[in-house]
Protein backbone atom coordinates (compact mmCIF):
# COMPACT_ATOMS: atom_id res chain seq x y z
CA UNK A 1 0.00 0.00 0.00
CA UNK A 2 0.71 3.82 -0.18
CA UNK A 3 1.03 5.16 3.10
CA UNK A 4 1.06 9.34 3.97
CA UNK A 5 1.92 9.69 7.59
CA UNK A 6 1.50 13.14 8.55
CA UNK A 7 4.02 14.10 11.66
CA UNK A 8 7.09 13.17 12.31
CA UNK A 9 7.55 13.14 15.91
CA UNK A 10 7.23 9.62 18.03
CA UNK A 11 4.09 8.47 16.89
CA UNK A 12 4.89 9.04 13.13
CA UNK A 13 7.97 8.20 13.08
CA UNK A 14 7.24 4.98 15.04
CA UNK A 15 4.77 4.34 12.30
CA UNK A 16 6.83 4.94 9.82
CA UNK A 17 8.89 2.02 11.01
CA UNK A 18 6.23 -0.46 11.58
CA UNK A 19 4.48 0.29 7.77
CA UNK A 20 7.63 0.32 6.13
CA UNK A 21 9.08 -2.41 7.65
CA UNK A 22 6.03 -4.48 6.76
CA UNK A 23 6.67 -3.04 3.16
CA UNK A 24 4.41 -0.34 2.49
CA UNK A 25 5.58 2.40 0.38
CA UNK A 26 5.53 5.16 3.12
CA UNK A 27 6.02 9.22 3.26
CA UNK A 28 6.10 11.05 6.50
CA UNK A 29 5.59 14.78 5.94
CA UNK A 30 6.69 16.69 9.15
CA UNK A 31 5.99 20.60 9.43
CA UNK A 32 9.34 21.44 10.71
CA UNK A 33 12.30 21.88 9.11
CA UNK A 34 13.87 18.85 10.75
CA UNK A 35 13.59 16.12 13.37
CA UNK A 36 11.67 17.75 16.25
CA UNK A 37 14.09 19.23 18.89
CA UNK A 38 13.43 20.11 23.13
CA UNK A 39 11.36 18.92 25.23
CA UNK A 40 11.28 17.29 28.88
CA UNK A 41 12.12 13.30 29.22
CA UNK A 42 9.68 10.94 28.47
CA UNK A 43 9.12 7.62 29.94
CA UNK A 44 8.36 4.03 27.96
CA UNK A 45 6.47 2.16 29.82
CA UNK A 46 4.61 -1.40 29.96
CA UNK A 47 3.65 -2.80 26.31
CA UNK A 48 5.50 -0.09 24.76
CA UNK A 49 9.26 -1.70 26.23
CA UNK A 50 7.71 -4.72 23.95
CA UNK A 51 7.20 -2.94 21.19
CA UNK A 52 10.56 -1.30 21.57
CA UNK A 53 11.96 -4.54 21.90
CA UNK A 54 10.23 -5.98 18.72
CA UNK A 55 11.20 -2.68 17.02
CA UNK A 56 14.99 -3.97 17.71
CA UNK A 57 15.64 -0.66 19.17
CA UNK A 58 15.34 -1.57 23.24
CA UNK A 59 19.11 -2.22 24.10
CA UNK A 60 19.56 1.27 22.46
CA UNK A 61 16.95 2.88 24.57
CA UNK A 62 18.02 1.44 28.10
CA UNK A 63 21.46 2.41 27.14
CA UNK A 64 21.03 5.84 26.49
CA UNK A 65 18.05 6.62 29.05
CA UNK A 66 18.24 9.18 31.47
CA UNK A 67 21.44 7.64 34.06
CA UNK A 68 19.36 9.26 37.28
CA UNK A 69 16.48 7.82 38.94
CA UNK A 70 13.10 9.15 38.52
CA UNK A 71 11.84 10.61 41.40
CA UNK A 72 10.10 13.78 42.64
CA UNK A 73 10.95 16.33 45.32
CA UNK A 74 8.25 18.13 46.62
CA UNK A 75 9.42 21.43 47.77
CA UNK A 76 8.27 24.67 50.21
CA UNK A 77 8.98 28.22 49.41
CA UNK A 78 12.64 27.81 50.62
CA UNK A 79 13.42 24.98 48.57
CA UNK A 80 13.60 22.72 50.92
CA UNK A 81 12.53 19.07 50.59
CA UNK A 82 8.83 18.43 52.24
CA UNK A 83 8.02 14.76 49.97
CA UNK A 84 9.66 12.76 47.78
CA UNK A 85 7.65 10.64 45.12
CA UNK A 86 8.76 7.81 42.89
CA UNK A 87 6.34 7.15 40.21
CA UNK A 88 7.59 4.42 38.40
CA UNK A 89 6.81 2.37 41.65
CA UNK A 90 4.30 4.65 43.81
CA UNK A 91 1.98 5.61 40.48
CA UNK A 92 2.76 3.56 37.63
CA UNK A 93 3.94 -0.08 39.81
CA UNK A 94 6.13 -0.87 36.91
CA UNK A 95 9.78 -0.44 38.07
CA UNK A 96 10.98 -1.45 34.63
CA UNK A 97 9.83 1.98 33.04
CA UNK A 98 12.57 3.51 31.49
CA UNK A 99 12.91 7.57 31.25
CA UNK A 100 15.01 8.84 28.37
CA UNK A 101 14.95 12.35 26.22
CA UNK A 102 12.65 12.72 23.59
CA UNK A 103 15.33 14.15 21.64
CA UNK A 104 17.36 10.85 22.31
CA UNK A 105 13.79 8.36 21.51
CA UNK A 106 13.28 10.77 18.06
CA UNK A 107 16.68 10.06 17.02
CA UNK A 108 16.02 6.14 18.25
CA UNK A 109 12.99 6.19 15.87
CA UNK A 110 14.63 8.16 13.20
CA UNK A 111 17.39 5.92 12.49
CA UNK A 112 15.14 2.85 12.78
CA UNK A 113 12.44 4.41 9.84
CA UNK A 114 13.87 1.75 6.80
CA UNK A 115 15.38 3.84 4.05
CA UNK A 116 12.83 3.09 1.89
CA UNK A 117 10.64 5.67 3.48
CA UNK A 118 10.45 9.34 2.21
CA UNK A 119 10.72 11.58 4.75
CA UNK A 120 9.35 15.42 3.83
CA UNK A 121 10.76 18.21 5.86
CA UNK A 122 9.12 21.70 6.07
CA UNK A 123 6.07 19.86 4.74
CA UNK A 124 2.45 19.54 6.27
CA UNK A 125 -1.04 18.06 5.01
CA UNK A 126 -2.74 21.40 3.65
CA UNK A 127 -6.05 19.19 2.32
CA UNK A 128 -7.72 15.65 2.78
CA UNK A 129 -10.36 14.22 0.10
CA UNK A 130 -11.73 10.85 -0.36
CA UNK A 131 -11.41 9.69 -4.13
CA UNK A 132 -12.05 6.37 -6.02
CA UNK A 133 -8.44 6.22 -6.16
CA UNK A 134 -7.90 6.27 -2.78
CA UNK A 135 -6.88 9.39 -0.07
CA UNK A 136 -6.34 12.58 -1.93
CA UNK A 137 -3.70 14.42 0.08
CA UNK A 138 -2.56 18.00 -0.75
CA UNK A 139 0.19 19.44 1.14
CA UNK A 140 1.99 22.68 1.76
CA UNK A 141 4.29 22.76 -1.25
CA UNK A 142 1.55 22.44 -3.71
CA UNK A 143 1.95 18.91 -4.66
CA UNK A 144 -0.73 16.32 -4.25
CA UNK A 145 -0.46 12.40 -3.55
CA UNK A 146 -3.16 9.72 -3.75
CA UNK A 147 -2.89 7.05 -1.29
CA UNK A 148 -4.03 4.36 0.02
CA UNK A 149 -3.81 5.39 4.04
CA UNK A 150 -3.33 8.37 5.65
CA UNK A 151 -2.46 8.68 9.03
CA UNK A 152 -2.65 11.62 11.42
CA UNK A 153 0.26 11.58 13.57
CA UNK A 154 0.05 14.91 14.01
CA UNK A 155 -0.62 16.04 17.70
CA UNK A 156 -3.14 16.71 19.98
CA UNK A 157 -3.71 19.94 17.16
CA UNK A 158 -3.88 17.37 14.28
CA UNK A 159 -4.08 18.59 11.39
CA UNK A 160 -5.60 15.29 9.69
CA UNK A 161 -8.40 14.63 12.27
CA UNK A 162 -9.66 18.19 11.26
CA UNK A 163 -9.90 17.55 7.49
CA UNK A 164 -11.09 13.41 8.16
CA UNK A 165 -13.39 13.60 10.82
CA UNK A 166 -14.62 17.41 11.99
CA UNK A 167 -13.15 20.36 13.97
CA UNK A 168 -11.02 20.03 16.51
CA UNK A 169 -13.64 21.59 19.46
CA UNK A 170 -15.28 18.00 18.88
CA UNK A 171 -12.59 15.80 20.69
CA UNK A 172 -11.10 18.03 22.94
CA UNK A 173 -11.53 17.55 26.72
CA UNK A 174 -10.04 20.38 28.78
CA UNK A 175 -8.88 19.07 32.12
CA UNK A 176 -9.05 22.39 34.01
CA UNK A 177 -4.90 22.72 33.53
CA UNK A 178 -2.62 24.62 31.35
CA UNK A 179 1.45 23.99 31.56
CA UNK A 180 4.23 25.31 29.38
CA UNK A 181 8.06 24.22 29.33
CA UNK A 182 11.12 26.03 28.42
CA UNK A 183 13.18 23.54 26.89
CA UNK A 184 16.50 24.36 28.11
CA UNK A 185 16.45 25.84 30.60
CA UNK A 186 19.75 27.83 32.35
CA UNK A 187 18.12 27.50 36.00
CA UNK A 188 19.88 24.83 37.78
CA UNK A 189 21.17 23.22 35.29
CA UNK A 190 23.06 20.39 36.66
CA UNK A 191 19.51 19.28 39.11
CA UNK A 192 18.58 15.66 38.12
CA UNK A 193 15.58 13.80 38.83
CA UNK A 194 12.04 16.90 39.21
CA UNK A 195 12.13 19.66 41.73
CA UNK A 196 8.78 20.63 42.10
CA UNK A 197 7.11 23.67 44.00
CA UNK A 198 3.60 24.31 44.38
CA UNK A 199 1.60 27.67 45.37
CA UNK A 200 -2.00 26.73 45.22
CA UNK A 201 -3.43 25.92 41.77
CA UNK A 202 -0.24 26.49 40.26
CA UNK A 203 3.22 24.51 39.59
CA UNK A 204 6.94 24.82 38.89
CA UNK A 205 9.17 22.26 37.65
CA UNK A 206 12.40 21.76 36.97
CA UNK A 207 12.86 18.87 35.53
CA UNK A 208 16.68 17.38 34.62
CA UNK A 209 19.43 14.95 34.00
CA UNK A 210 22.00 16.08 35.54
CA UNK A 211 23.18 17.53 32.55
CA UNK A 212 20.30 19.61 31.25
CA UNK A 213 17.32 20.68 32.18
CA UNK A 214 13.90 21.95 31.22
CA UNK A 215 11.69 24.51 32.97
CA UNK A 216 7.71 23.26 33.62
CA UNK A 217 4.77 25.81 34.78
CA UNK A 218 1.62 25.16 35.02
CA UNK A 219 -1.56 26.42 36.35
CA UNK A 220 -5.25 25.81 36.83
CA UNK A 221 -7.87 27.64 34.83
CA UNK A 222 -11.19 27.18 32.72
CA UNK A 223 -10.62 27.00 28.87
CA UNK A 224 -9.16 29.99 27.66
CA UNK A 225 -9.27 31.11 24.05
CA UNK A 226 -6.23 31.78 22.85
CA UNK A 227 -4.26 31.49 19.25
CA UNK A 228 -2.35 28.10 19.72
CA UNK A 229 0.36 29.67 17.47
CA UNK A 230 0.69 32.98 19.17
CA UNK A 231 3.80 32.45 21.23
CA UNK A 232 3.78 35.61 23.34
CA UNK A 233 0.18 35.46 23.93
CA UNK A 234 1.34 32.31 25.88
CA UNK A 235 3.96 33.97 27.38
CA UNK A 236 1.89 36.75 28.58
CA UNK A 237 -0.77 34.23 29.88
CA UNK A 238 2.05 32.02 32.02
CA UNK A 239 3.17 35.87 33.14
CA UNK A 240 0.22 36.56 34.61
CA UNK A 241 -0.63 33.69 35.93
CA UNK A 242 2.85 33.70 37.98
CA UNK A 243 3.26 37.73 38.42
CA UNK A 244 2.04 37.32 42.49
CA UNK A 245 4.27 34.42 43.32
CA UNK A 246 7.75 34.61 44.62
CA UNK A 247 8.50 31.09 46.08
CA UNK A 248 11.62 29.05 45.58
CA UNK A 249 13.15 30.21 42.07
CA UNK A 250 9.67 31.28 40.37
CA UNK A 251 11.26 34.83 39.75
CA UNK A 252 14.21 33.58 37.95
CA UNK A 253 12.19 30.89 35.91
CA UNK A 254 9.74 33.82 34.59
CA UNK A 255 13.06 36.05 33.62
CA UNK A 256 13.11 32.90 31.70
CA UNK A 257 10.03 32.54 30.54
CA UNK A 258 10.41 36.74 28.78
CA UNK A 259 13.49 35.45 26.69
CA UNK A 260 12.99 31.99 25.93
CA UNK A 261 13.33 31.04 22.21
CA UNK A 262 12.21 27.15 22.51
CA UNK A 263 8.85 28.01 24.47
CA UNK A 264 5.98 25.67 24.67
CA UNK A 265 2.40 26.04 25.87
CA UNK A 266 -0.93 24.49 25.35
CA UNK A 267 -3.65 23.14 27.44
CA UNK A 268 -4.09 20.24 29.82
CA UNK A 269 -6.48 17.99 27.82
CA UNK A 270 -7.21 14.85 26.28
CA UNK A 271 -8.55 13.79 22.51
CA UNK A 272 -11.65 11.61 23.30
CA UNK A 273 -12.33 9.97 20.44
CA UNK A 274 -15.51 7.02 19.99
CA UNK A 275 -12.91 5.75 16.91
CA UNK A 276 -9.53 6.45 15.47
CA UNK A 277 -10.33 5.58 11.94
CA UNK A 278 -12.58 6.92 8.64
CA UNK A 279 -12.78 4.73 5.64
CA UNK A 280 -8.77 5.50 4.65
CA UNK A 281 -7.48 7.23 7.25
CA UNK A 282 -6.45 6.31 10.92
CA UNK A 283 -5.22 8.51 13.67
CA UNK A 284 -2.35 7.67 15.74
CA UNK A 285 -0.67 8.66 19.38
CA UNK A 286 -2.22 12.63 20.58
CA UNK A 287 -4.13 13.00 17.41
CA UNK A 288 -6.75 10.10 18.20
CA UNK A 289 -6.27 9.52 21.97
CA UNK A 290 -3.93 12.44 23.69
CA UNK A 291 -3.99 11.13 27.51
CA UNK A 292 -2.44 14.51 28.40
CA UNK A 293 0.94 15.54 30.29
CA UNK A 294 -0.30 14.28 33.79
CA UNK A 295 -0.97 10.68 32.44
CA UNK A 296 2.49 10.19 31.64
CA UNK A 297 1.55 7.68 28.70
CA UNK A 298 1.69 9.85 25.58
CA UNK A 299 4.97 7.85 24.22
CA UNK A 300 3.60 4.95 25.23
CA UNK A 301 0.29 5.25 23.60
CA UNK A 302 1.75 6.82 20.23
CA UNK A 303 4.59 3.58 19.80
CA UNK A 304 2.13 0.74 20.72
CA UNK A 305 -0.92 2.32 18.68
CA UNK A 306 1.81 2.48 15.65
CA UNK A 307 2.59 -1.26 16.50
CA UNK A 308 -1.22 -2.15 16.71
CA UNK A 309 -2.49 -0.13 13.78
CA UNK A 310 0.34 -1.70 11.05
CA UNK A 311 0.07 -5.53 12.76
CA UNK A 312 -4.00 -5.31 12.32
CA UNK A 313 -3.16 -4.47 8.52
CA UNK A 314 -0.98 -7.54 8.37
CA UNK A 315 -3.31 -9.44 9.85
CA UNK A 316 -6.03 -8.71 7.96
CA UNK A 317 -4.02 -9.07 4.56
CA UNK A 318 -4.04 -5.31 3.57
CA UNK A 319 -7.92 -5.23 3.97
CA UNK A 320 -8.32 -1.86 5.73
CA UNK A 321 -12.37 -2.34 6.18
CA UNK A 322 -11.04 -5.61 8.56
CA UNK A 323 -8.05 -4.08 9.50
CA UNK A 324 -9.08 -0.48 10.87
CA UNK A 325 -11.36 -1.58 12.79
CA UNK A 326 -9.81 -4.34 14.65
CA UNK A 327 -7.18 -1.53 15.50
CA UNK A 328 -9.87 0.63 17.19
CA UNK A 329 -10.88 -2.26 19.50
CA UNK A 330 -7.53 -3.29 20.66
CA UNK A 331 -6.55 0.18 21.08
CA UNK A 332 -9.76 0.91 23.18
CA UNK A 333 -8.97 -0.80 26.45
CA UNK A 334 -5.62 0.20 26.49
CA UNK A 335 -6.91 3.79 25.62
CA UNK A 336 -9.26 4.37 28.35
CA UNK A 337 -6.92 2.95 30.95
CA UNK A 338 -4.18 5.70 30.21
CA UNK A 339 -6.47 8.22 30.12
CA UNK A 340 -8.00 7.53 33.56
CA UNK A 341 -4.75 8.00 35.45
CA UNK A 342 -4.74 11.73 34.43
CA UNK A 343 -6.84 12.51 37.32
CA UNK A 344 -4.35 11.04 39.87
CA UNK A 345 -1.82 12.79 38.17
CA UNK A 346 -2.95 16.67 38.59
CA UNK A 347 -4.09 15.44 41.89
CA UNK A 348 -0.69 14.95 43.21
CA UNK A 349 1.75 18.00 40.74
CA UNK A 350 -1.39 20.33 41.53
CA UNK A 351 -3.06 20.34 44.68
CA UNK A 352 -5.93 23.27 44.04
CA UNK A 353 -5.38 24.85 47.81
CA UNK A 354 -2.54 25.16 50.81
CA UNK A 355 -4.76 22.31 52.70
CA UNK A 356 -4.11 19.62 49.48
CA UNK A 357 -0.22 20.49 49.71
CA UNK A 358 -0.03 19.59 52.79
CA UNK A 359 -2.13 16.52 52.35
CA UNK A 360 -0.09 15.22 49.54
CA UNK A 361 2.94 15.85 51.60
CA UNK A 362 2.36 13.69 54.01
CA UNK A 363 0.67 11.27 52.27
CA UNK A 364 4.01 11.11 50.16
CA UNK A 365 5.84 10.73 53.43
CA UNK A 366 3.62 7.82 55.00
CA UNK A 367 3.95 6.00 51.68
CA UNK A 368 8.37 6.27 52.32
CA UNK A 369 7.70 4.74 55.81
CA UNK A 370 5.40 2.17 54.78
Same mark, same amino acid.
Given at each position: ?237 ? +?? #??? $?????? *?? @??? !???? =? ?63 ? +?? #??? $?????? *?? @??? !???? =? ?26
Amino acid at each position: MDVLISGGSIAGLATAHWLGRYGHNVTLVERADGLRRGGVAVDVRGDALDVARDMGILEEVARRRVPTEDIYYFLNAAGGVEATFRPATQFYDSPEDIEISRDTLSEILLAAVPPTAELLFDTSVADVTESPEGMRVGLSDGSTRTVDLVVGADGMHSSVRQQVFGPEQEFVHHLGLYVAIVKRCATDVPVAGSHVYNAPGRMVMLRGDGIACSALLGFRSDWIDYDFRDVDAHKQLV +LT #AFA $EEQGWK *VP @AIM !AEVR =GAPDFYFDSVSQIRMERWTRERAALVGDAGYCASFFSGMGTSLALVGAATLAREIEAAGHDLTVA +LP #AYD $ERMRPV *VD @AAQ !AMAD =GGASILFPRTTEEIEARNEAMRAAQVC
